[in-house]
């Protein structure tokens, strides 16, 4: 590996086998010159470029990047693989860390920033959310910076984006997660009660939609369900009925993809049961309930 230019004290571009690569180690740049062969052992990091990822975007933004980040980067990275089985990927440990380097100065400057779907997110990916929470721990211990329990969702949808990229017939979660609030709204229109997103009730109903969209996303979805129960849901839950397919709807405008008649009254038996809670929540006086 020979270096071509010195980009900072710690970081190089050079040739090596595959091409030109982005270098870093401590020193490296102050060390060696230009033209000279770089010690593989001295090399900590390479990374390659990638046309999301040209050489001169790539080698800038590591040249500027603090090492601290980076390593708090791909420890986050390295949780993310262990824990949510994302492959080991160097786009996304690149993104983290501009992520993190961002939310950092937006920490020093006082920014805070707002997530209108947090919930939603925490709702459908909880094991996301749980990771990301996690990487705030990363940095806080690799870093001593505390960052709002917030950027959890930010890592959380860095994490979404990845598998996503690794899953390419994937729904797109960005759509799920809009159609979710829409279908709290359908609800409350529908039977006229404001559904409160952070109860335990809501997020019953949100777990049971969380199975419908895998079973869409696996081309499994709910086809034998007996004719007698399906004749019962429709005599008894009418109103729910005709709210799931209002559901339905929605889903087949924003995923491009229609559910069948056992998965509407799959849906709506948890319209119903989330409704009921709903009323039963209104009538309980607020001291019984605490």
């Not at 982005?22 to 046309?51: C, D, M, N, W």
């Not at 990927?89 to 020093?108: E, M, P, T």
């Not at 920014?111 to 997110?121: D, G, K, M, R, T």
Request: a negative charge; glycine letters at 4%; hydrophobic letters at 45%.
């Amino acid at each position: 590996m020979y270096i071509e230019r010195i980009l900072s004290n710690n970081a190089v571009i050079a040739t090596a086998d595959s091409g030109e690569v982005v270098a870093l180690g401590p020193g490296i740049g102050f060390r060696h010159k230009k033209g000279t062969e770089l010690p593989e052992e001295e090399v900590e990091r390479v990374f390659r470029p990638s046309p999301a990822q040209p050489l001169e975007q790539l080698g800038a933004f590591l040249a500027d990047l603090p090492s601290a980040y980076l390593d708090a980067a791909v420890e986050v990275c390295e949780a993310a693989q262990t824990e949510l089985s994302i492959p080991p990927s160097q786009s996304l440990a690149i993104a983290i860390a501009d992520h993190l380097s961002f939310a950092l100065r937006r920490q020093r400057e006082g920014i805070s920033v707002e997530y209108p779907l947090a919930w939603e997110i925490a709702q459908l990916y909880p094991t996301y959310t749980a990771v990301g929470r996690r990487a705030v721990t990363i940095v806080q211990s690799r870093l001593g910076v505390q960052l709002p329990d917030e950027e959890s969702i930010s890592f959380a949808m860095h994490f979404i984006n990845a598998h996503a990229g690794s899953a390419p017939n994937s729904l797109p979660w960005t759509r799920q997660l809009t159609l979710i609030s829409q279908f709290f709204d359908v609800i409350d229109s529908s039977f006229g009660v404001a559904v409160d997103r952070e109860s335990m009730s809501a997020s019953r109903f949100v777990t049971h939609l969380r199975y419908v969209f895998a079973r869409i996303e696996r081309h499994t979805q709910l086809e034998d369900t007996p004719n007698e129960l399906m004749r019962s849901i429709a005599e008894n839950f009418s109103d729910e009925i005709a709210c799931a397919h209002r559901i339905a709807y929605l889903i087949r405008l924003g995923l491009g993809t229609g559910i069948t008649s056992d998965e509407v009254a799959f849906v709506a038996i948890h319209v119903a049961r989330l409704v009921k809670d709903v009323k039963e929540d209104r009538a309980t006086p607020a001291l019984e309930r605490s």
